[in-house]
């Protein structure tokens, strides 16, 4: 049996033409976070509550991320850090420098609209955390139906021919809107549906632990698109009034963490749905910008702010980009999905 590390680190790259060639490390011995260096049963339960059950996700942690989400020194952090990067490397598989090469392995999902795609220079990046925000009704929800649907496609036509977890708050996924939308594209909507996974979050603790569950079974699988619509909702109705500012702005930046490290791991696009302030409000501030003030801001890569135009048509504005300028693009949602 491989160990997770080895099981996470390969399924990029080798995994499928490993596993055909039977040579998944099957004399690897298994490696426990125990055995780090500077890990003892009080800190690998600690590194086990804040979610750090593998080395990988150790390794491509910065000594203060790990000292605040697990609670540790930030000296003991870097430690366990050092020997997560050189422990994930036996058998010469991955180390943590082969993570940061990664990036050059940024893939673009195109949206099938060349006004979008145009917008993001070429389509949505995967290791990055793009969040599509807006009113009620400007289309956040057919953005994630859309780019699921497209997900599946071959490479060649702009797909990453993955798989995607969605994480449904409002119950507003639609199989039936999956099918339309595959039409759309000429692909047959069983095989289309049958890559998308679908979990209900009832509420915010639950939403959370989604994402466990995603770590968990994206091992093995060509994850490459995850999807919360809406991330806000529930955190929004669950910390209300001033007094609850803080903790719940703690909760929703960790599972943004735990978000983003899932999409760097499985080198996928986290796709994260927002809504807009409805009105005035002390707490939430400003009626035309999007909820999860700064932690938000700072977490998503790409930002994506939909309204809807005159005729039918929508409008998405990019908004902070680290490397493309501001600007607008004009589409519509037809029956078939999203068209230029
Ligand atoms: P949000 O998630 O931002 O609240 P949605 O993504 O649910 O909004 O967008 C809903 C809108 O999408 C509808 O008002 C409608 O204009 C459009 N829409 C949904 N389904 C279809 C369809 N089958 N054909 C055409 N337009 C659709
Ligand atoms: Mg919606």
């Given at each position: 049996?491989?160990?997770?590390?080895?099981?996470?680190?390969?399924?990029?790259?080798?995994?499928?033409?490993?596993?055909?060639?039977?040579?998944?490390?099957?004399?690897?011995?298994?490696?426990?976070?125990?055995?780090?260096?500077?890990?003892?049963?009080?800190?690998?339960?600690?590194?086990?509550?804040?979610?750090?059950?593998?080395?990988?996700?150790?390794?491509?942690?910065?000594?203060?991320?790990?000292?605040?989400?697990?609670?540790?020194?930030?000296?003991?952090?870097?430690?366990?850090?050092?020997?997560?990067?050189?422990?994930?490397?036996?058998?010469?598989?991955?180390?943590?420098?082969?993570?940061?090469?990664?990036?050059?392995?940024?893939?673009?999902?195109?949206?099938?609209?060349?006004?979008?795609?145009?917008?993001?220079?070429?389509?949505?990046?995967?290791?990055?955390?793009v969040e599509v925000y807006g009113a009620f009704g400007s289309g956040k929800t057919q953005i994630g139906h859309q780019l699921?649907?497209?997900?599946?496609?071959?490479?060649?036509?702009?797909?990453?021919?993955?798989?995607?977890?969605?994480?449904?708050?409002?119950?507003?996924?639609?199989?039936?809107?999956?099918?339309?939308?595959?039409?759309?594209?000429?692909?047959?909507?069983?095989?289309?549906?049958?890559?998308?996974?679908?979990?209900?979050?009832?509420?915010?603790?639950?939403?959370?632990?989604?994402?466990?569950?995603?770590?968990?079974?994206?091992?093995?699988?060509?994850?490459?698109?995850?999807?919360?619509?809406?991330?806000?909702?529930?955190?929004?109705?669950?910390?209300?009034?001033?007094?609850?500012?803080?903790?719940?702005?703690?909760?929703?930046?960790?599972?943004?963490?735990?978000?983003?490290?899932?999409?760097?791991?499985?080198?996928?696009?986290?796709?994260?749905?927002?809504?807009?302030?409805?009105?005035?409000?002390?707490?939430?501030?400003?009626?035309?910008?999007?909820?999860?003030?700064?932690?938000?801001?700072?977490?998503?890569?790409?930002?994506?702010?939909?309204?809807?135009?005159?005729?039918?048509?929508?409008?998405?504005?990019?908004?902070?980009?680290?490397?493309?300028?501001?600007?607008?693009?004009?589409?519509?949602?037809?029956?078939?999905?999203?068209?230029?």
């Open positions: 049996m491989a160990t997770k590390s080895k099981r996470s680190a390969s399924k990029t790259k080798n995994e499928s033409t490993a596993e055909a060639d039977g040579l998944l490390m099957a004399e690897e011995p298994e490696v426990k976070i125990e055995e780090l260096p500077g890990v003892g049963p009080a800190t690998a339960e600690k590194l086990r509550e804040a979610g750090f059950d593998d080395l990988l996700a150790i390794a491509v942690m910065s000594p203060s991320e790990l000292a605040e989400q697990a609670e540790l020194g930030e000296a003991v952090a870097g430690k366990i850090i050092a020997g997560a990067k050189t422990m994930a490397n036996i058998g010469g598989f991955v180390s943590g420098s082969a993570l940061l090469d990664r990036r050059r392995e940024v893939l673009k999902l195109s949206a099938k609209v060349q006004s979008i795609d145009d917008l993001l220079g070429g389509g949505f990046e995967t290791q990055a955390l699921a649907v497209n997900c599946t496609l071959p490479m060649s036509e702009g797909g990453l021919d993955g798989d995607i977890f969605y994480i449904d708050t409002e119950d507003t996924f639609r199989p039936e809107r999956i099918t339309q939308m595959a039409r759309g594209l000429g692909l047959d909507p069983d095989a289309v549906l049958s890559r998308i996974h679908v979990a209900r979050a009832y509420n915010s603790a639950h939403q959370i632990l989604l994402v466990d569950e995603i770590k968990r079974l994206s091992r093995g699988m060509n994850v490459k698109l995850i999807i919360v619509d809406s991330l806000t909702s529930h955190f929004r109705a669950e910390y209300v009034g001033r007094g609850m500012l803080a903790e719940r702005q703690q909760k929703l930046n960790r599972h943004l963490k735990e978000l983003k490290q899932t999409a760097d791991v499985n080198n996928a696009i986290v796709l994260v749905t927002n809504q807009v302030h409805s009105k005035p409000d002390a707490m939430w501030g400003d009626p035309t910008k999007p909820v999860g003030g700064h932690v938000l801001a700072h977490a998503s890569t790409f930002r994506l702010y939909l309204r809807k135009a005159k005729g039918g048509r929508r409008i998405a504005r990019l908004v902070d980009s680290p490397n493309l300028p501001d600007g607008e693009c004009i589409y519509q949602v037809t029956e078939e999905g999203l068209r230029d």
